[in-house]
């Protein structure tokens, strides 16, 4: 009984402090400030609970009631609400973003002969043998088997037997035509691509 005499007096307690506040800020507000204040206080519609996880969200009765507003409107009205709501809400027209914007083909025709593009050095290289002689098919065979890593002899003559074939992949030009003149000495034809 005692803690429900407490927080009635507590409660009285703030009652009386917020009159006084009330009564002091009246004096200093416009009177059309404070009206549109209490308008706020106790007209406003209770704020409703947020929406759990898996839940529909409530949304007040006003907003329901703009998107059904809204939603009749025609093509027209709604341009003309958009400029409103522009001009109201002082809001900058944002500038378009062309992303399909493409150059005429007179444009690039000139700007093609006017620059033009150097020639790109290759700097990767990979080593591809294409054919070899058939009487020097073993000695071929030892060579990709030295030369790929983790081949076994099986593995080598299932590589050489079924070429065109890749030996190695993006290495340097020097390290490529070394392994083309290896690869050519053992009777196979070789391109650098």
């Not at 973003?97 to 700007?111: D, H, I, Q, R, Y």
């Not at 790929?148 to 593995?155: D, H, R, Y």
């Amino acid at each position: 009984m005692g803690t429900v005499k407490f927080v009635a007096s507590e409660l009285t307690w703030c009652l009386r402090c917020s009159l006084r506040y009330r009564q002091r800020s009246a004096s200093i507000q416009p009177l059309s400030f404070r009206s549109s204040m209490q308008r706020r206080l106790y007209t406003a519609d209770a704020i409703p609970a947020a929406a759990l996880e898996g839940e529909e969200k409530q949304y007040a009765p006003k907003i329901k009631q703009l998107v059904k507003d809204i939603s009749q409107l025609n093509l027209l009205e709604v341009a003309d609400l958009n400029e409103l709501l522009k001009k109201s809400l002082k809001i900058a027209d944002a500038p378009l973003m062309a992303f399909g914007a493409v150059p005429s083909a007179a444009n690039l025709k000139t700007e093609e002969t006017e620059v033009p593009e150097a020639k790109q050095e290759q700097i990767n290289f990979s080593v591809k043998i294409t054919k070899f002689e058939d009487s020097k098919k073993v000695a071929l065979i030892k060579e990709v088997k030295n030369l790929v890593p983790g081949l076994n002899l099986v593995q080598a003559k299932k590589f050489v037997e079924s070429l065109p074939q890749l030996v190695k992949t993006d290495i340097p030009k020097e390290e490529a035509e070394k392994l083309k003149a290896v690869l050519e000495a053992v009777g196979a034809t070789v391109v650098l691509s």
